[in-house]
């Protein structure tokens, strides 16, 4: 029989909210966690926007949490960066997020010096050739220069459509350099790690929801975390019949308590 689970992690974008929308029934649901006494962790691989933003927009959706209650890829990479890289760190990320990296010293993406790693993050529209090629340049400075991703996600749900995301030009970098990234967001194993870690739980006592197959249910997967599948934000019919296969799909988060019942 399998552990109960006692412990959820929980993405964003896509399961609490789309755009500037409200998930019916999300806020609710968390009422109901908090009232069961059963942890969660919001878990966003959003890297373009500080935890303190992510606050704010939660609670605009009337949706209660604190800074401690997100893990980010910022965050986690900042940590790690600060153990495993030695030298300085040149920033490709998102304005907000630099202050997440404070602690770190920087370097000059349009300089000459040899840096110690190269970030990459979501920069959506200010993404351009020139600016992907700088961050190739920095790589190539140095032979141990690390190349680390804020997540691998490939693409997100905007108001106005799908849009790239972090993973295609992390993996345009991994071709030209012939280098592995380092990545600290979904779906890497250390990102859930990190994430149980935070709430001191088992893997095998924790369930993801998100709403993406890969990055979500795979990723959590392969952390031996158990995973729902939710039918909004990126959700696509064809997700039910890939190689990956969620503990369980819902509807939408608000329909949790109905099914953590029903799995007792």
């Not at 605009?60 to 940590?79: C, K, N, R, S, Y």
């Not at 400075?141 to 849009?163: C, F, H, I, P, Q």
Request: a negative charge.
């Amino acid at each position: 029989m399998a552990t109960r689970i006692r412990a959820f992690l929980i993405d964003m974008d896509g399961v609490l909210y789309e755009g500037e929308r409200a998930i019916p029934g999300a806020a609710e649901a968390l009422d109901w966690l908090r009232r069961e006494g059963l942890p969660y962790l919001f878990v966003t691989n959003t890297s373009s926007r500080p935890r303190s933003v992510l606050v704010e927009k939660l609670a605009g959706l009337g949706i209660a949490a604190e800074p401690g209650q997100i893990l980010t890829p910022p965050v986690a990479a900042a940590d790690w960066l600060a153990a495993h890289v030695d030298g300085p760190v040149a920033l490709f990320v998102a304005e907000g997020t630099v202050s997440d990296f404070a602690a770190l010293p920087f370097a000059d993406p349009q300089g000459e010096a040899p840096v110690g790693a190269v970030v990459i993050g979501d920069l959506g529209d200010d993404w351009s050739f020139a600016r992907l090629n700088r961050a190739f340049r920095c790589l190539m400075r140095s032979n141990d220069a690390r190349l680390v991703a804020l997540g691998m996600t490939r693409y997100w749900k905007a108001e106005d459509g799908l849009r790239l995301d972090t993973g295609p030009f992390v993996a345009a970098l991994e071709q030209a350099t012939g280098r592995s990234a380092v990545v600290l967001g979904k779906p890497a194993a250390p990102f859930f790690e990190t994430a149980l870690s935070v709430l001191g739980v088992g893997a095998d006592e924790t369930c993801m929801i998100g709403d993406d197959l890969k990055g979500d249910i795979g990723g959590a997967q392969g952390a031996g975390v158990r995973a729902l599948l939710v039918r909004t934000g990126k959700f696509q019919p064809s997700d039910l019949g890939q190689p990956i296969r969620p503990t369980g799909v819902i509807d939408s988060f608000a329909d949790l308590p109905t099914w953590f019942a029903a799995s007792r």
